[in-house]
């Protein structure tokens, strides 16, 4: 069964994508982020919960280098890739240079074709962002994030508006790429059912810190109706104040 832990980090992860040290964040006389510890290696994918308001959006963006910090360190996210809910691509570029922006055209096409192949869209290079669905988008603002091989990956939200199918279509892609390319991922969602899918650790932010740290067990993220995934889940509701559903 996967267990609440404050110290232990899985076996076989060693090199450290990120190392966040006492952080602190403070906006006027409200501290949103408190003392914060965390460390996400090369190839581990660790999945944030907490309910709205926690300071997980707060620590993305400063992971990001989109917000500064009041206090603490921040180790080892030189130019961390950023995948947000909302796709962002730019409607007056074809698909390669919304992949290869800021990249050398000679450079850039080639790889950033590459990286379409990978997320099925290799063939629409030249296609423009106002002909693709919601999921086609989100796969090339994946394609975007992973052609530079990020350390860092941070996943904001990002299957949040698609609909349940195309987001079990995401989640096996996001899987395989990452598997592939192994960046540290950290990812904040509000879906308990995707971090247990997607997740090898889940970590719960309470005021500001990281409440609790849970293993996810391989068994538990590839069914969903294994005891261990349902024990699980259920802490997991429990600690967002959640009353777990009876599955009917």
Same mark, same amino acid.
């Given at each position: 069964?996967?267990?609440?832990?404050?110290?232990?980090?899985?076996?076989?992860?060693?090199?450290?994508?990120?190392?966040?040290?006492?952080?602190?964040?403070?906006?006027?006389?409200?501290?949103?982020?408190?003392?914060?510890?965390?460390?996400?290696?090369?190839?581990?994918?660790?999945?944030?919960?907490?309910?709205?308001?926690?300071?997980?959006?707060?620590?993305?963006?400063?992971?990001?280098?989109? =917000?500064?910090?009041?206090?603490?360190?921040?180790?080892?996210?030189?130019?961390?890739?950023?995948?947000?809910?909302?796709?962002?691509?730019?409607?007056?570029?074809?698909?390669?240079?919304?992949?290869?922006?800021?990249?050398?055209?000679?450079?850039?096409?080639?790889?950033?074709?590459?990286?379409?192949?990978?997320?099925?869209?290799?063939?629409?290079? =030249?296609?423009?962002?106002?002909?693709?669905?919601?999921?086609?988008?989100?796969?090339?603002?994946?394609?975007?994030?992973?052609?530079?091989?990020?350390?860092?990956?941070?996943?904001?939200?990002?299957?949040?508006?698609?609909?349940?199918?195309?987001?079990?279509?995401?989640?096996?892609?996001?899987?395989?790429?990452?598997?592939?390319?192994?960046?540290?991922?950290?990812?904040?969602?509000?879906?308990?059912?995707?971090?247990?899918?997607?997740?090898?650790?889940?970590?719960?932010?309470? =005021?500001?810190?990281?409440?609790?740290?849970?293993?996810?067990?391989?068994?538990?993220?590839?069914?969903?109706?294994?005891?261990?995934?349902?024990?699980?889940?259920?802490?997991?509701?429990?600690?967002?104040?959640?009353?777990?559903?009876?599955?009917?």
């Amino acid at each position: 069964m996967s267990s609440a832990t404050h110290t232990m980090h899985p076996a076989g992860f060693d090199d450290a994508a990120v190392t966040v040290s006492n952080l602190q964040r403070r906006y006027g006389q409200r501290t949103v982020i408190r003392g914060l510890n965390l460390r996400i290696a090369r190839g581990e994918f660790v999945a944030l919960l907490g309910e709205s308001g926690c300071g997980k959006t707060t620590l993305l963006r400063a992971l990001a280098g989109l =917000d500064c910090i009041d206090g603490g360190r921040i180790e080892g996210a030189s130019q961390p890739a950023v995948v947000f809910q909302e796709h962002r691509l730019i409607p007056w570029d074809p698909l390669w240079r919304n992949v290869s922006l800021g990249l050398d055209d000679r450079t850039g096409k080639p790889l950033a074709k590459a990286a379409l192949e990978e997320v099925g869209l290799g063939s629409r290079i =030249d296609d423009w962002p106002r002909n693709l669905s919601g999921g086609q988008a989100q796969r090339v603002a994946l394609a975007r994030a992973l052609v530079r091989e990020p350390r860092l990956l941070l996943l904001d939200e990002p299957f949040a508006a698609l609909d349940a199918l195309t987001r079990i279509r995401m989640h096996a892609l996001v899987r395989q790429l990452l598997d592939r390319h192994r960046p540290g991922v950290l990812l904040v969602t509000h879906d308990v059912d995707e971090a247990i899918v997607l997740a090898d650790r889940i970590l719960v932010m309470r =005021d500001g810190a990281i409440a609790s740290d849970y293993t996810v067990a391989p068994e538990a993220a590839h069914n969903r109706d294994h005891p261990a995934a349902q024990a699980l889940r259920a802490q997991l509701l429990d600690e967002l104040g959640v009353a777990a559903a009876t599955p009917a």
